[in-house]
């Protein structure tokens, strides 16, 4: 069984950051974990992903440049840096780790995760 647990969420001015963090449980070696987000009435979207073994990074496109995904292998610990936040980035961001194949071949799917966090709520004013 495998446990997320995420931290870090909150209220922001436009052009402030935020750092969420999301602690893995259960199955700490060789995963992929993947950053999504969900605003309200939409769909939920590929953020960002890594993988631990190796450290390879995947962004979307609309984060690049202000987001940085990074892992700490020792704390079992994926961290999202995210910097000059605006308001559309007001979401609901979830951790997901998986293990598959898939994870790895297709990081910006969320069909390729197993395991989902509660979900952590970002808000960024104007």
């Known amino acids: 069984q495998v446990q997320l647990v995420e931290s870090g969420g909150g209220l922001v001015q436009a052009g402030g950051s935020l750092q969420l963090s999301c602690a893995v449980s259960?199955?700490?070696?060789?995963?992929?974990m993947g950053w999504f987000r969900q605003a309200p009435g939409e769909e939920r979207e590929f953020v960002a992903a890594?993988?631990?073994?190796?450290?390879?990074?995947y962004y979307a496109n609309f984060v690049k440049g202000r987001f940085t995904v990074s892992r700490d292998n020792a704390k079992n610990t994926v961290n999202l840096q995210m910097n000059s936040l605006k308001p559309e980035d007001t979401a609901v961001y979830s951790c997901a780790v998986g293990f598959r194949s898939d994870t790895f071949a297709y990081p910006r799917s969320t069909a390729s995760y197993d395991w989902w966090g509660q979900g952590t709520q970002v808000t960024v004013s104007s």
């Open positions: 890594i993988r631990t073994n190796g450290g390879r990074t």
């Open positions: 259960g199955r700490t070696s060789n995963y992929a």
